[in-house]
């Protein structure tokens, strides 16, 4: 075929992949015709079939030179179980599969199981199996066919395609190579072109970090049949190396928070990182800025920011680690950030990136992948981690120590940017994890308030959802060894006026774990909400009430300087409004959980509240005031209170 006639083909085929997209977002094209024939009725690209796709692979994830070293690591003992762990998990899925209409995102994630086979093992029967189910994915008609189905679904179905495409390149034959590279260049087309009509196309929402990630990181495995023309990737390549980068700059903060909180930053970086990755094996070695510093500078900071925030708590077989659930996000941690990172940081923040994945125990593919066994990990609290505060999010961590199950993690949050992603009503509210279980949450993954703890109006019923305003950060302060205090001011459930002081002590002196001062100013405060999860028991007291953990620790939770308090009044929520597939619930101990225990204390506009965790076998502390109520005492640990 001649040149001009290949040149003259690709336009016309990319101006009608455009009108055909344009029809059927208007609906003008019947959906059974659009899901036809593996994209060819959208994306005719006839001359990807006039040649071979041919290339240097593995290139994504690693390099050649690489597998050598990575298949000899697994007879090391660390590694002496993944091998058969990922034989089972392919079985599995394999297993679930034999059914007439399989599911599209498994099928894809089955053949890159099986890819991740025959990169560890070299053998060819892994990679045909891979192929297999690439041939049952090319016939789906509800994500792969439809090139407006449900975006973040069409992405991961791109990634692991990818990945597939990537690992088993080396053990199919030609004709295989040419039939999954075409199929990989119109997903790639398709999942740059839009992200359905579910999506989010904001540029902070992690939608659009999914969407150019996936994008990326395809087009940067994918093999141009013509290697001496301009290839048909390149614009879809440097549209979304463009396009990443406008959002991560809107997405990280530059003080490394992320702008919907911390799950949607561990999620988005599942796609992200391995883009990051591949373009950084495409830069090779001789270029002096890496794809981080390049693609994702702001990046540079969120794990300073949010590791401390991040405590291993088994959560289930296969899921451990507990956050904050600031936002509308929920409490777990997935796996894979940390081994992400070891390939993307900077050698002088490894020893501490080091610590927290294998304090967190990450045992994903990157892991095995790049895990640095020469590098001396250093714990975080010694290099200044126990605190952070991000005055764009208007969010402060307070932290006790790195050391195990039962480090106390407190966090005060204002949301002082709203954006047009993720943002839960929490505005001045606090979370606290200590002992092993998570004591003070949020409502997870809802845009309702009666879940949240907060000071509100009223009684908050069920079907109530906050208000959108930003609070402030208005002051904050740390002394460096975890403890420090956080002011801020704003409502997200139409108080007016409230302004909140959290003050936090990890002091010996005080005869307990941690002490905890919220002090709340409002001008129609009248309810003083705390949510903790179901399965912590609450205990009511005459002046207050105490949270008693399976763990054994106790958190004590007293009012000061109001005689005859009105006892605490306690009720159920459902934890995250309802449960569905973004909505796990609270994991914890190897269940989940559907509701928390809300406690709430009647308040005349001003309410101060102090919290003393109490460890197993430790004495509760004497709490006191002093007579001018200007100071509370909790054994032999002073704070001072605001004049009011």
């Given at each position: 075929?001649?040149?001009?006639?290949?040149?003259?083909?690709?336009?016309?085929?990319?101006?009608?992949?455009?009108?055909?997209?344009?029809?059927?977002?208007?609906?003008?094209?019947?959906?059974?015709?659009?899901?036809?024939?593996?994209?060819?009725?959208?994306?005719?690209?006839?001359?990807?079939?006039?040649?071979?796709?041919?290339?240097?692979?593995?290139?994504?994830?690693?390099?050649?030179?690489?597998?050598?070293?990575?298949?000899?690591?697994?007879?090391?003992?660390?590694?002496?179980?993944?091998?058969?762990?990922?034989?089972?998990?392919?079985?599995?899925?394999?297993?679930?599969?034999?059914?007439?209409?399989?599911d599209a995102r498994q099928l894809?994630?089955?053949?890159?199981?099986?890819?991740?086979?025959?990169?560890?093992?070299?053998?060819?029967?892994?990679?045909?199996?891979?192929?297999?189910?690439?041939?049952?994915?090319?016939?789906?008609?509800?994500?792969?066919?439809?090139?407006?189905?449900?975006?973040?679904?069409?992405?991961?179905?791109?990634?692991?395609?990818?990945?597939?495409?990537?690992?088993?390149?080396?053990?199919?034959?030609?004709?295989?190579?040419?039939?999954?590279?075409?199929?990989?260049?119109?997903?790639?087309?398709?999942?740059?072109?839009?992200?359905?009509?579910?999506?989010?196309?904001?540029?902070?929402?992690?939608?659009?970090?999914?969407?150019?990630?996936?994008?990326?990181?395809?087009?940067?495995?994918?093999?141009?049949?013509?290697?001496?023309?301009?290839?048909?990737?390149?614009?879809?390549?440097?549209?979304?190396?463009?396009?990443?980068?406008?959002?991560?700059?809107?997405?990280?903060?530059?003080?490394?928070?992320?702008?919907?909180?911390?799950?949607?930053?561990?999620?988005?970086?599942?796609?992200?990182?391995?883009?990051?990755?591949?373009?950084?094996?495409?830069?090779?070695?001789?270029?002096?800025?890496?794809?981080?510093?390049?693609?994702?500078?702001?990046?540079?900071?969120?794990?300073?920011?949010?590791?401390?925030?991040?405590?291993?708590?088994?959560?289930?077989?296969?899921?451990?680690?507990?956050?904050?659930?600031?936002?509308?996000?929920?409490?777990?941690?997935?796996?894979?950030?940390?081994?992400?990172?070891?390939?993307?940081?900077?050698?002088?923040?490894?020893?501490?990136?080091?610590?927290?994945?294998?304090?967190?125990?990450?045992?994903?593919?990157?892991?095995?992948?790049?895990?640095?066994?020469?590098i001396r990990s250093k714990n975080?609290?010694?290099?200044?981690?126990?605190?952070?505060?991000?005055?764009?999010?208007?969010?402060?961590?307070?932290?006790?120590?790195?050391?195990?199950?039962?480090?106390?993690?407190?966090?005060?949050n204002t949301s002082s940017k709203?954006?047009?992603?993720?943002?839960?009503?929490?505005?001045?509210?606090?979370?606290?994890?200590?002992?092993?279980?998570?004591?003070?949450?949020?409502?997870?993954?809802?845009?309702?308030?009666?879940?949240?703890?907060?000071?509100?109006?009223?009684?908050?019923?069920?079907?109530?959802?906050?208000?959108?305003?930003?609070?402030?950060?208005?002051?904050?302060?740390?002394?460096?060894?975890?403890?420090?205090?956080?002011?801020?001011?704003?409502?997200?459930?139409?108080?007016?006026?409230?302004?909140?002081?959290?003050?936090?002590?990890?002091?010996?002196?005080?005869?307990?774990?941690?002490?905890?001062?919220?002090?709340?100013?409002?001008?129609?405060?009248?309810?003083?909400?705390?949510?903790?999860?179901?399965?912590?028991?609450?205990?009511?007291?005459?002046?207050?009430?105490?949270?008693?953990?399976?763990?054994?620790?106790?958190?004590?939770?007293?009012?000061?300087?109001?005689?005859?308090?009105?006892?605490?009044?306690?009720?159920?929520?459902?934890?995250?409004?309802?449960?569905?597939?973004?909505?796990?619930?609270?994991?914890?101990?190897?269940?989940?959980?559907?509701?928390?225990?809300?406690?709430?204390?009647?308040?005349?506009?001003?309410?101060?509240?102090?919290?003393?965790?109490?460890?197993?076998?430790?004495?509760?502390?004497?709490?006191?005031?002093?007579?001018?109520?200007?100071?509370?005492?909790?054994?032999?640990?002073?704070?001072?209170?605001?004049?009011?």
């Open positions: 075929m001649a040149l001009k006639e290949i040149k003259s083909k690709r336009k016309q085929s990319l101006l009608m992949g455009i009108l055909c997209l344009g029809l059927l977002v208007l609906g003008l094209v019947p959906p059974a015709t659009a899901q036809k024939n593996a994209l060819d009725w959208l994306i005719d690209a006839p001359e990807l079939e006039q040649a071979d796709a041919v290339g240097i692979h593995p290139r994504g994830l690693l390099l050649p030179e690489e597998v050598p070293v990575l298949r000899k690591r697994l007879a090391e003992e660390r590694y002496s179980g993944v091998l058969s762990a990922y034989r089972e998990k392919a079985a599995r899925l394999e297993k679930a599969l034999q059914i007439a209409d399989p894809a994630e089955s053949a890159e199981m099986f890819a991740i086979l025959h990169l560890l093992s070299g053998e060819a029967r892994y990679s045909d199996q891979a192929f297999s189910q690439l041939e049952r994915l090319f016939q789906d008609r509800i994500i792969f066919n439809n090139p407006v189905s449900r975006g973040l679904t069409r992405a991961a179905v791109l990634r692991s395609l990818a990945m597939a495409y990537d690992l088993c390149y080396t053990g199919w034959s030609p004709d295989q190579r040419n039939r999954v590279n075409r199929q990989l260049y119109k997903l790639t087309y398709t999942t740059q072109a839009n992200m359905g009509a579910e999506a989010n196309y904001s540029l902070v929402s992690n939608w659009m970090g999914v969407r150019w990630g996936a994008a990326l990181f395809a087009g940067m495995v994918w093999d141009n049949p013509f290697p001496d023309e301009r290839s048909l990737m390149d614009p879809l390549v440097w549209d979304a190396t463009k396009r990443l980068m406008d959002h991560i700059r809107e997405n990280i903060y530059p003080q490394g928070w992320n702008a919907e909180s911390i799950g949607y930053h561990l999620y988005n970086w599942s796609f992200i990182g391995p883009a990051l990755i591949a373009f950084q094996n495409r830069q090779g070695q001789g270029n002096s800025r890496s794809a981080l510093e390049i693609l994702a500078p702001t990046a540079r900071g969120a794990i300073r920011a949010m590791a401390p925030t991040m405590v291993s708590i088994f959560a289930r077989e296969g899921l451990t680690g507990m956050k904050p659930d600031l936002s509308d996000d929920n409490l777990n941690l997935g796996t894979g950030f940390f081994g992400l990172a070891f390939r993307l940081y900077p050698q002088a923040e490894l020893p501490e990136i080091k610590w927290m994945h294998d304090y967190l125990g990450d045992s994903s593919l990157y892991s095995l992948m790049y895990y640095p066994a020469e975080p609290g010694q290099s200044g981690w126990l605190n952070h505060a991000d005055s764009t999010q208007g969010v402060a961590v307070f932290r006790n120590r790195f050391a195990d199950d039962t480090d106390v993690v407190a966090v005060f709203r954006i047009a992603g993720h943002k839960g009503p929490d505005v001045n509210t606090f979370r606290i994890i200590g002992g092993g279980v998570p004591l003070v949450i949020g409502a997870g993954r809802t845009g309702k308030i009666a879940g949240q703890t907060n000071v509100f109006p009223h009684v908050p019923d069920g079907n109530e959802t906050g208000q959108p305003d930003p609070g402030s950060l208005l002051d904050f302060g740390f002394d460096g060894s975890g403890s420090g205090f956080a002011i801020g001011e704003g409502s997200s459930t139409g108080v007016m006026e409230h302004r909140r002081t959290f003050t936090v002590r990890y002091d010996e002196a005080s005869g307990a774990e941690a002490v905890f001062l919220i002090e709340d100013h409002t001008e129609n405060g009248r309810i003083w909400r705390m949510a903790t999860p179901e399965f912590n028991e609450v205990r009511l007291s005459e002046n207050g009430f105490t949270i008693d953990t399976s763990t054994g620790y106790r958190l004590h939770v007293l009012v000061l300087g109001k005689p005859n308090q009105a006892l605490a009044t306690v009720s159920t929520v459902p934890y995250g409004g309802r449960l569905s597939r973004v909505n796990p619930g609270i994991v914890w101990n190897g269940r989940s959980y559907t509701h928390s225990k809300v406690i709430d204390l009647e308040m005349e506009a001003e309410l101060t509240v102090l919290m003393v965790l109490q460890a197993p076998g430790q004495p509760e502390p004497q709490v006191r005031l002093d007579e001018g109520n200007a100071r509370v005492f909790i054994a032999n640990l002073a704070i001072e209170l605001e004049k009011k």
